[in-house]
């Protein structure tokens, strides 16, 4: 007698098989979803702290010696203020997206750090009252600590410190050290000047 077909155990097996390589495919494919997620994260994440950086890095290239005043129009004599308070650094620097000549391209970039977060605000030059920009530049940063000085050896927690001179407008280095993402970082910045 010739049998025509396929018997049951056969059936169950091809079935068993190929529940098998459905398994393993469907594992394989949710774990490179789950990967590509990770590393899209992680992506955005170091571009931001990156973007951040850099943003910073050009603020203190462009910066300008320019004496600046208070919110009463009162000269403070100073070309920068850095401390370790919630407004970590204000100085003036040159706006170099505006090319028209309807106004002055001096822009006063102040630097704030609250509730973890780092954002950049412009104002006037020598108006804060008028904001042109405020952006969130990193959030989920901790520990920021910020110190100044002209040797890295001997760096002040603030500045202009007691050793200030009208002459010298930026100090030579900032040293910046913070927590993001459960990484430390430290940085060393300067004006180019």
Do not use: C, W
């Amino acid at each position: 007698m010739i049998r025509k077909g396929f018997t049951l155990l056969e059936v169950l097996i091809a079935l068993l098989v190929a529940a098998l390589i459905s398994i393993m495919s469907f594992d394989f494919l949710s774990n490179t979803i789950f990967l590509k997620e990770r590393v899209d994260t992680s992506i955005e994440r170091d571009s931001k702290h990156s973007r951040a950086i850099h943003t910073l890095r050009l603020d203190m290239m462009q910066a300008v010696p320019y004496k600046m005043k208070d919110q009463n129009f009162n000269n403070l004599n100073v070309s920068l203020i850095g401390s370790n308070s919630e407004r970590i650094l204000t100085f003036v620097s040159l706006n170099t997206n505006d090319l028209t000549l309807t106004g002055s391209n001096l822009r006063r970039v102040i630097y704030i750090y609250k509730d973890n977060k780092l954002s950049r605000k412009t104002t006037l030059a020598n108006n804060e009252n008028v904001v042109i920009s405020e952006n969130l530049l990193l959030d989920n940063i901790e520990n920021l600590n910020l110190r100044f000085g002209d040797e890295l050896s001997d760096l002040s927690d603030y500045y202009p410190d007691a050793q200030y001179s009208e002459n010298i407008n930026f100090p030579s280095y900032i040293y910046i050290s913070y927590e993001f993402q459960n990484e430390k970082f430290q940085q060393v910045l300067g004006f180019f000047k």
